[in-house]
């Protein structure tokens, strides 16, 4: 790896004192011993796991005594055939697309709102972004009692009986609307964060390209839509990016919520390999769930990387 | 209210649109703190109150859920066993990500930039994904049931994120400053350990602060690697009560609290350097 290597300031490598050669050698340790424990780490905990996985996906087994069952591609092969999987994957989706089309513009407005100088702007961010700190047990513990379906337990539904002609909701035992009442919580955690992004974002864009456009003649709207939005780009892209990953790897708020139902309405792909890895112990299995995530998640990452790099290159 | 009223006087087309900003924007704070509100006020009932009077402001306010938590040992153990995991990846997540990001930063080598991308790799796949596989080289290497091996996985996991933060705080130290060092003798740990670190310390708070929220609020790491319940953290801790007490909402309510409450306290304190962690991770991306 490190064959060669100079000091970034050239400098200092044709130094007065010619400490040529041993400095060279004092640099090559250096490099090597300062990276050595992030490697290590990384590869111990990261890397090595997932090849090892990867053995593993290839037997049946449940993790008593050695993996000796090899059955080639069968796990996978049930993964994929697998309705459950199917619908977990979905489902995975369909929170993915709820985050951008909903959760996303909301918090850019609120972030344009709220603007650079708005009186009481510090004080809306703190509370706004306050869910994003707690744990996410603690908000789905929160939220398993919003959401009780007895009025005099579950606060949402002891709203909706204040309207006329509505009947209790039990909006967690309900395969037709577990998503969305997941999808709520969801947002109600992670908006401050995109929030947060945004606000962010808008202090890098000066000032004065926009009073310039509104002295051209541009009207509110229009300066929004092609200046200030365009300008949020990069910031919007990793919002996107952010809210797409965690979607597709969400577990926990779903786990401690509904552990993946009422009859699987709720599986995600994280909860469904939880169920069969951990709960069953089909360790096999397990780990060719797991890698059957990794892969999704690698080619959403890469498509990502090549679609930004041609957007950056078009900008440019 | 007084404020804008100065900024845009006796533009009275601007006043109602600002008027709807506020409405909208205290509807949102209620939406927001409500869940909580009604989480503390519950806390602070009898089972009884709970059942009978469920969102009122409790009166009087009965501390009764909270000292029968506090006196019992399990919340204790959770804080304890939190703060250790949470103290242990924060100290390894510095040390390692200071040391490469230095590198990154500061020298020029064959195969830097394929190094750069190997140990940021973590970015395209979060915890999830990669538990299983983890979980199962900590059984091979016998080392579940161990509060190390839950620092070390999340140290893992946190690598990738955290040298970018830091190589770009370090990347905005003057490069002179490393000249002189050298000139003056130092050799280039001196110069990382003496000069770049505590130069780049709001870079360093921003990388702890956000550590020790992720650390701190991570389920699936002890879930998965902790068998044993004295060793439990207070996110695992916490599921687990809610699982066995479930029917006293009061006392879940006091115990979830409970469990917020350093996090609050932490982000009240500590919301700056979050804030510039986070963005300064997001910018890079």
Redesign the interface.
């Known amino acids: 790896?490190?064959?060669?290597?100079?000091?970034?300031?050239a400098?200092?490598s044709q130094?007065p004192r010619g400490y040529g050669l041993t400095r060279q050698a004092?640099?090559?340790i250096?490099?090597i011993l300062?990276?050595l424990?992030?490697?290590v780490?990384?590869c111990?905990?990261?890397i090595?796991?997932?090849f090892?996985?990867v053995y593993?996906s290839l037997f049946d087994w449940n993790g008593l005594g050695p993996a000796t069952d090899f059955i080639g591609l069968k796990n996978f092969k049930r993964i994929l055939t697998d309705t459950i999987f199917q619908k977990a994957v979905i489902n995975n989706l369909l929170i993915a697309a709820l985050s951008l089309a909903v959760q996303l513009p909301i918090s850019l407005a609120?972030a344009i709102?709220?603007g650079r100088n708005?009186?009481?702007r510090g004080l809306?961010r703190?509370?706004?972004?306050?869910?994003y700190?707690?744990?996410?047990?603690?908000t789905a513990?929160?939220?398993?009692?919003?959401f009780n379906p007895n009025p005099?337990?579950g606060?949402v539904n002891?709203l909706l009986e204040l309207m006329p002609f509505v009947d209790p909701v039990t909006f967690l035992g309900d395969p037709g609307l577990v998503l969305v009442a997941i999808f709520i919580v969801l947002s109600?955690k992670y908006f401050?964060?995109h929030m947060?992004?945004f606000m962010?974002g808008l202090q890098n864009i000066p000032h004065e390209i926009e009073e310039a456009a509104l002295i051209d003649g541009a009207n509110h709207w229009q300066m929004l839509t092609r200046i200030t939005i365009p300008l949020l780009g990069?910031?919007i892209?990793?919002?996107a990016?952010?809210s797409i990953?965690?979607s597709l790897?969400?577990?926990?708020l779903i786990w401690?919520m509904t552990k993946g139902g009422p009859v699987n309405a709720s599986e995600v792909m994280?909860t469904y390999?939880y169920r069969y890895?951990?709960v069953r112990f089909w360790?096999g299995y397990?780990?060719a769930?797991?890698i059957v995530?990794?892969l999704i998640?690698?080619i959403f990452?890469?498509i990502y990387r090549r679609l930004m790099e041609r957007q950056d290159y078009l900008a440019a | 209210m007084a404020k804008f009223g100065t900024r845009h006087a006796g533009d009275s087309k601007k006043v109602i649109p600002i008027i709807l900003k506020y409405l909208f924007l205290i509807i949102l704070t209620l939406i927001i703190l409500t869940p909580i509100v009604i989480l503390i006020f519950g806390s602070l009932k009898t089972r009884g109150e709970m059942y009978s009077r469920p969102y009122t402001i409790p009166n009087p306010p009965r501390i009764e859920n909270y000292i029968r938590i506090l006196t019992g040992s399990t919340f204790w153990r959770l804080l304890l066993n939190s703060i250790i995991v949470m103290l242990g990846t924060t100290f390894g997540v510095l040390l390692v990500c200071s040391l490469a990001a230095f590198i990154f930063s500061h020298f020029n080598f064959r195969g830097k930039g394929l190094t750069y991308n190997f140990l940021t790799l973590g970015l395209m796949f979060p915890i999830t994904v990669a538990i299983m596989p983890v979980y199962l080289v900590i059984r091979q290497l016998n080392l579940t049931d161990s509060l190390l091996a839950v620092v070390l996985v999340q140290t893992a996991f946190n690598i990738s994120g955290n040298i970018i933060i830091l190589r770009n705080f370090f990347n905005a130290i003057p490069h002179e400053l490393e000249d002189a060092a050298y000139m003056d003798g130092c050799t280039a740990f001196d110069y990382f350990w003496r000069i770049l670190l505590p130069l780049a310390r709001p870079g360093l708070s921003a990388v702890a602060a956000l550590t020790m929220i992720v650390s701190w609020n991570d389920l699936l790491t002890p879930l998965i690697l902790l068998n044993d319940d004295s060793l439990w953290t207070l996110p695992l801790g916490t599921m687990q009560f809610q699982g066995q007490y479930g029917q006293d909402l009061a006392l879940v309510a006091a115990f979830v609290s409970l469990a917020a409450l350093p996090t609050v306290i932490f982000y009240l304190i500590a919301e700056k350097q979050i804030v510039s962690g986070l963005t300064a991770g997001a910018v890079k991306g």
């Open positions: 790896m490190a064959a060669q290597y100079q000091p970034q300031s400098q200092e130094g004092k640099n090559r250096t490099i300062f990276l424990p992030a490697i780490i990384f111990a905990f990261i090595y796991p997932i090892r996985s593993f609120i709102m709220v708005f009186p009481g809306f703190t509370i706004f972004f306050l869910p700190v707690l744990s996410e047990v603690i513990i929160i939220w398993l009692g919003m005099e337990r606060l002891a109600w401050g964060l947060l992004l962010a990069g910031t892209r990793t919002s990016y952010l990953l965690g790897t969400q577990f926990t401690v994280a390999m890895g951990f360790l397990g780990s769930v797991a995530m990794l998640a690698l990452s890469l």
